[in-house]
């Protein structure tokens, strides 16, 4: 070179100084105190700085090369590949075609086609692709992997694929690094099937995309042959080459083949992972190590992952053992698969321990490694071991990750440690980028606790310009406030979503509606439900269902059918729970016909009748008095998973009861006593009732203990009941204990329980005694209206 390293630093610096065109670049500094006179440099020694030069990436980033460069083509390939921005490998791009002595290089077409796809620059990379057609160039192996690659990572599988076809209409056979592109794009859309059986017919040589019964019809590349594709996209393009020599002969690969690369027996170990064929993987394994295939460190991480996640943990360990007497040295992913593995099986100790050993193995942790840390120790509100963890993370120079903030975040508001979880906010939330996801995940950790302020608070943040906040946060404040049952708020908020240039989706309409009716106010929910189908959302068969039963418990049936009725203009199926609200009310209405029309109606759409929906049949048969329907439900009922529930049962008690049959009452607290099935207290006094009719008081008193084990107390009924029992029993301590209880104000007097102990102790023969408590009868002020038969009706 022509002058010290240093001086030419700065002289190449000076030379490009006018074409820098960045001014908020940190350069700018630089040339500013640059001299004026510093010498010249050649374009061959400026690359041969650039490629010695410490400071590298900076100076790559000037690129505007004079006309004329004597730069090879490779030398033009190494500048070309090192940029980071699409706009100046465009740029440089051109330089080298402006020189009248440059000649088309297919290898600087697919780095820029790499660099444009990357950036998501599709116009400029169909412009790149014609230009490529211009210049009579063939695409190769290389560039259809490309395409294949960055198509893909675009979340575009159908159009990387798309050109696989491609690449098969022009006769061109993929290398093993297409295939392996190729099959990385089937299983990443779990397309596992086609996936192995294109790696299969790989191998054997053929290839026939139409058996792999992948979907190209929405690229409208379905209904034409090859030869027809292959023509249109020469058209498209206006390709110099003659069409012949472009579809040639379909040469196929050339017979059997295997892979030879690491790559692609990951990406077959990975797949088969996925697919949950264990076995297979592992033979891959095996079959690599037999070809002479060397595995890397993806290898076993792919590999330790898989045995991981079929939990076969042993077989995990013993891999990380086979990657030490290989000399294959472990990175920061092999302890994190190990890290994520455990902590799915909640074995803390683990995850601790292959934390631990990142560092012991002389590696840094990553952004993966503290995420799944912090989601271990704040799952199980581990505080201070969080706490050191973020602290570590501080003093290595890494902030918290975005998605770990909620995480933290949760933790602290789940232990109660609100002022911890205000600082952590401030500290690690200020002044940063973060997603509206992220911010709505800590909203709902509050909203789960019912604290809307601190939700609301976060809510209002002042955030710049360009952040707005996103329907999912709206919606969590919608929860927050219904959680409170703040509906003026929610209703507030709703209705100003608009002229904050956020409109409500699916998920908004759902849960205010959900909120409103659960509030008692069908009206306003029922006006929200016309304005989400007039938005074109359909809702959620749980949200008509919230309205139907707001509805009943307004006393609004009627208005429940109507909206039952235009579920069809809806687009919305009833569920079991519909005809179940249905069902209910024309029970609780008495109207037996109606609540069997719908039980008939949910029948005829393939619903099992549930306990619900039996209970509520039993309920209307009890009503009008057909108790050998109800009967025959309530024998349905202990066919079903768990039998008779309490309600079932206490209506069947009370029922026969009711209707003077004893027996039949009797047959049913055995029931329950068996089953140990809680009875509310109207069913324990129909039950005490029953076994004393039949002079089976010891169970009667079982039942009182077991009824007041439970925390029922007994009331006036229960009272009346025992003292039948305790009079056939001649217990005349229980008798004088409830006459007590009666005489000092502990029972309201009533003529019904006087009676009960006059007649009780008559039976016991104790006239005297039944003498005294008639005497008090007559003195004492009482209810004369009730009567010692009486029972509870309502269930």
Not at 162 to 173: D, Y
Not at 319 to 343: C, H, I, W
Not at 565 to 572: A, E, R, Y
């Amino acid at each position: 070179m022509c002058c010290e390293h240093e001086d030419i630093e700065r002289a190449f610096l000076n030379f490009h100084k006018d074409l820098w065109t960045t001014p908020t670049d940190p350069l700018v500094d630089i040339f500013d105190a640059l001299p004026t006179d510093l010498p010249r440099i050649s374009d061959s020694d400026a690359v041969n700085l650039i490629r010695e030069a410490t400071k590298e990436e900076v100076y790559l980033t000037i690129l505007d090369l004079p006309t004329g460069s004597n730069l090879s083509p490779k030398d033009q390939t190494l500048l070309l590949r090192s940029q980071r921005d699409w706009r100046r490998a465009l740029r440089l791009f051109h330089h080298f075609k402006s020189d009248p002595h440059y000649s088309p290089n297919p290898i600087h077409y697919n780095v820029l086609l790499r660099s444009l796809g990357r950036a998501r620059r599709w116009d400029e990379l169909r412009l790149c692709w014609l230009d490529m057609a211009r210049d009579s160039l063939l695409p190769t192996n290389t560039t259809y992997a490309t395409l294949i690659d960055i198509y893909s990572k675009a979340g575009l599988p159908s159009l990387a694929l798309a050109w696989l076809k491609h690449m098969r209409s022009r006769g061109l056979f993929p290398d093993e690094v297409t295939i392996n592109t190729s099959v990385r794009v089937l299983k990443d859309s779990r397309q596992f099937a086609a996936a192995e059986m294109l790696f299969s017919q790989w191998c054997s040589g053929k290839i026939d995309l139409d058996s792999l019964g992948l979907d190209f019809g929405e690229l409208g590349l379905s209904s034409i042959s090859p030869k027809q594709f292959l023509l249109t996209e020469l058209f498209k393009t206006g390709g110099r080459v003659p069409v012949s020599s472009m579809i040639g002969s379909e040469e196929e690969g050339g017979g059997c083949q295997k892979p030879r690369r690491a790559a692609t027996y990951n990406t077959l170990i990975d797949l088969y992972g996925k697919a949950g064929k264990l076995d297979k993987a592992s033979e891959v394994f095996a079959e690599m190590l037999t070809n002479g295939v060397a595995p890397d460190v993806i290898t076993f991480n792919t590999m330790i992952g898989v045995c991981g996640t079929n939990g076969r943990l042993g077989e995990a360990e013993a891999l990380l053992g086979e990657m030490e007497q290989r000399g294959v040295r472990p990175d920061a992913k092999t302890f994190n698969v190990f890290m994520s593995v455990y902590a799915a099986t909640g074995n803390v100790e683990k995850v601790l321990k292959y934390y631990r050993k990142i560092s012991l193995a002389g590696l840094r942790p990553d952004v993966v490694t503290h995420r799944i840390i912090l989601q271990v120790l704040c799952e199980r509100r581990m505080v201070n071991d969080a706490e050191n963890v973020i602290d570590e993370m501080l003093d290595s120079g890494f902030q918290v990750d975005e998605q770990s903030l909620p995480v933290v975040m949760k933790m602290y508001i789940d232990e109660g440690l609100l002022d911890e979880a205000n600082m952590f906010f401030e500290k690690h939330c200020s002044g940063r980028e973060i997603s509206s996801k992220n911010y709505a995940a800590i909203m709902d950790a509050y909203a789960e606790k019912g604290l809307w302020k601190e939700a609301e608070v976060v809510f209002f943040r002042k955030r710049d310009a360009e952040h707005k906040k996103e329907v999912v946060e709206y919606n969590v404040m919608v929860k927050a406030y219904g959680k409170a049952k703040a509906y003026d708020k929610a209703l507030s908020l709703f209705e100003s979503m608009r002229s904050y240039g956020t409109w409500p989706d699916e998920c908004t309409f759902n849960s205010i509606i959900q909120m409103l009716s659960s509030g008692d106010q069908p009206e306003k929910a029922r006006e929200l439900l016309d304005r989400m189908k007039v938005a074109g959302f359909k809702p959620r068969c749980e949200t008509v269902s919230a309205l139907i039963a707001s509805y009943i418990h307004a006393g609004l049936i009627s208005e429940g059918v109507k909206l039952y009725q235009d579920m069809k203009n809806l687009d919305v199926q009833p569920n079991e729970v519909v005809y179940g609200l249905l069902i209910d009310a024309f029970a609780e209405s008495g109207d037996t016909e109606e609540a069997l029309h719908y039980f008939h109606l949910m029948e005829e759409s393939g619903f099992t009748a549930n306990q619900i929906v039996l209970t509520s049949l039993i309920k209307a048969y009890s009503k009008n008095g057909s108790w050998e329907r109800a009967q025959e439900l309530y024998g349905k009922m202990k066919t079903l998973e768990g039998g008779p529930d309490i309600i079932a049962s206490n209506c069947m008690i009370n029922h026969f009861a009711g209707l003077g049959m004893v027996r039949e009452a009797k047959n049913h607290v055995k029931t329950f006593v068996s089953a140990e099935v809680g009875l509310d207290l109207s069913a324990y006094n129909v039950a005490i009732q029953a076994y004393g009719a039949a002079n089976e008081v010891e169970k009667a008193f079982n039942l009182f203990m077991r009824m007041q084990d439970e925390g029922l107390k007994p009331d006036l009924i229960t009272y009346i009941n025992l003292a039948c029992c305790y009079g056939k029993a001649g217990m005349i301590e229980g008798l004088k204990r409830i006459y007590g209880l009666l005489k000092y104000g502990e029972i309201e007097p009533n003529e019904s329980l006087f009676r009960a102990l006059i007649n009780a102790y008559n039976d016991t023969g104790k006239h005297d005694l039944a003498e005294i408590v008639e005497q008090e009868m007559r003195i004492s002020p009482h209810d004369e209206n009730s009567s010692g038969c009486e029972t509870e009706d309502e269930v």
